[in-house]
C-alpha cells in the first residue's frame, strides 16, 4: 500500500479582492494569484516550487501556513483538513508546520535577544522553563553552526547568513514535520547560500522534516530538491523529479527558465542566449496584466503556441517519472507525446 502524502494539495484557487479604481465608485477586478494548483509532498521530501515573481508560488506557501484563505480547492496535513480550519488553527498544526522567510532581518524581532526568539516558541509549545529554553535553545543554535554564547546577542549583531540560521534553528524549536522555506537564501550572496543550502540538507537528514522550497532560481532549486513543480502566472505548468525536469524540461516555460540561468562554459552561454532570444516572443519579458482563466498564461510568449492555447488551458499529461505537464504540444496537433523540448541542462 502506497503512503499517503504528508502535504496533499487539490485544485487550490486563491483570489484577491481588487483595489480602488480611478473613482470612488469603482472597483477593479479580482486577482486571480492561483487557479487550479495541485502538489504533494511525502515525508521527509523536497519539493521545490518554482517560478518569476508574481507567479503565485509564495501565496501557495502562505496558504498551507493559513495566513491566508483559499478561494476553494483543499490542503491536507496529515489528519488535518487545513482548508476547513476557519480562523481557529490548532495549535497542534502551529506546531508541525513551520517557516523561514526570504528576509531575516525583518523576520527577526531586533528587540529581543537570539536566546529569546529562540526560545519563545519552546515556552509556547511545550511549556519549558528559563532554564530549560535556554539549554534547548543553546543546542538548537550548535545545530545550525553558531555558539551558545550568541543566545545574549541581538540579530543585529550578526551578517545575514547567520540571521538565517537563527531563524531555522527557531523553526526547528518545535520539531516541525514541515518547513516551508519561503525564498530562505535570495538575500544571501552566492557562497552563504550554498552554505545554508548544505545545513538545511544536513538538518533534513537529522530530522526527517519535509521541505515545501519556494524560489525563483531554478539551479538552486534542482541542488535540494526531490521534485519540481515549476509555477507560471497562477499555474502549476510542469511536475517532476528533479534531475529530469532540469535535464529534459517538457513545457516551454521551463526551458526558458533554464536557458535564463547563467553558465559558466562560454561556449554554452551564446546557445542559452539564442534560446532565451527565441522563447520570449515580442520581447516580453515576464508575465503582466490579470491571469487568464481559461487560456494557457504562458500562450503570448510562447513560440510554439497553438490555436487551442489561447481558448484552453491544458489538462494534465502524465509523465513517465510521475510527473506531469500542462502544455497542448502534448496533447494536440504536431505532439511531443511527452518527449523533451530541448536537451539544456543546469550543469
Known amino acids: 500500500m502506497t503512503e499517503r502524502p504528508l502535504l496533499e494539495i487539490s485544485d487550490l484557487a486563491i483570489t484577491f479582492p481588487g483595489g480602488r479604481g480611478q473613482w470612488p465608485w469603482q472597483r477593479?477586478?479580482?486577482?486571480?494569484?492561483?487557479?487550479?494548483?495541485?502538489?504533494?509532498?511525502?515525508?521527509?521530501?523536497?519539493?521545490?516550487?518554482?517560478?518569476?515573481?508574481?507567479?503565485?508560488?509564495?501565496?501557495?506557501?502562505?496558504a498551507v501556513l493559513q495566513f491566508i484563505q483559499p478561494a476553494s480547492g483543499t490542503i491536507r496535513f496529515g489528519d488535518f483538513d487545513v482548508t476547513g480550519f476557519g480562523r481557529s488553527v490548532p495549535a497542534a498544526y502551529r506546531r508541525a508546520v513551520q517557516v523561514v522567510f526570504q528576509?531575516?532581518?525583518?523576520?527577526?524581532?531586533?528587540?529581543?535577544?537570539?536566546?529569546?526568539?529562540?526560545?519563545?516558541?519552546?515556552?509556547?509549545?511545550?511549556?519549558?522553563?528559563?532554564?530549560?529554553?535556554?539549554?534547548?535553545?543553546?543546542?538548537?543554535?550548535?545545530?545550525?553552526?553558531?555558539?551558545?554564547?550568541?543566545l545574549e546577542r541581538y540579530p543585529y549583531e550578526f551578517s545575514g547568513g547567520q540571521r538565517q540560521r537563527i531563524a531555522v534553528a527557531r523553526a526547528l524549536a518545535t520539531e516541525p514535520e514541515l518547513l516551508v522555506l519561503d525564498e530562505p537564501v535570495s538575500a544571501l550572496d552566492v557562497s552563504t547560500q550554498?552554505?545554508?543550502?548544505?545545513?538545511?540538507?544536513?538538518?533534513?537528514?537529522?530530522?526527517?522534516?519535509?521541505?515545501?522550497?519556494?524560489?525563483?532560481?531554478?539551479?538552486?532549486?534542482?541542488?535540494i530538491s526531490d521534485r519540481i513543480a515549476v509555477m507560471y502566472h497562477s499555474r502549476i505548468v510542469e511536475t517532476g523529479e528533479a534531475d529530469r525536469l532540469c535535464e529534459e524540461p517538457r513545457h516551454p516555460y521551463t526551458e526558458l527558465l533554464l536557458a535564463s540561468i547563467p553558465d559558466p562554459d562560454p561556449k554554452l552561454q551564446p546557445l542559452k542566449s539564442r534560446r532565451r532570444r527565441e522563447l520570449t516572443v515580442g520581447g516580453e519579458l515576464g508575465a503582466s496584466g490579470s491571469a487568464p482563466t481559461e487560456s494557457c498564461p504562458f500562450a503570448e510568449r510562447c513560440p510554439h503556441a497553438l490555436d487551442i492555447c489561447s481558448t484552453q488551458f491544458p489538462d494534465p499529461f502524465p509523465l513517465d517519472d510521475g510527473g506531469w505537464v500542462r502544455c497542448h504540444l502534448h496533447t494536440s496537433g504536431p505532439t511531443l507525446a511527452g518527449q523533451p523540448i530541448t536537451q539544456l541542462a543546469v550543469v
Open 103 to 150: 528576509d531575516p532581518v525583518g523576520s527577526l524581532n531586533p528587540s529581543m535577544t537570539v536566546g529569546q526568539i529562540v526560545g519563545e516558541p519552546l515556552q509556547l509549545h511545550f511549556g519549558l522553563d528559563r532554564a530549560a529554553r535556554q539549554a534547548r535553545a543553546a543546542e538548537l543554535l550548535i545545530s545550525v553552526g553558531l555558539e551558545a554564547h550568541h
Open 194 to 223: 550554498s552554505q545554508v543550502i548544505n545545513l538545511l540538507e544536513r538538518l533534513q537528514d537529522e530530522t526527517g522534516a519535509a521541505y515545501l522550497f519556494i524560489a525563483h532560481d531554478l539551479a538552486v532549486v534542482r541542488h
Open 28 to 62: 477593479q477586478s479580482d486577482v486571480k494569484a492561483v487557479q487550479g494548483a495541485s502538489l504533494s509532498i511525502g515525508r521527509g521530501e523536497t519539493l521545490g516550487l518554482v517560478g518569476e515573481s508574481g507567479s503565485g508560488k509564495t501565496t501557495i506557501g502562505r
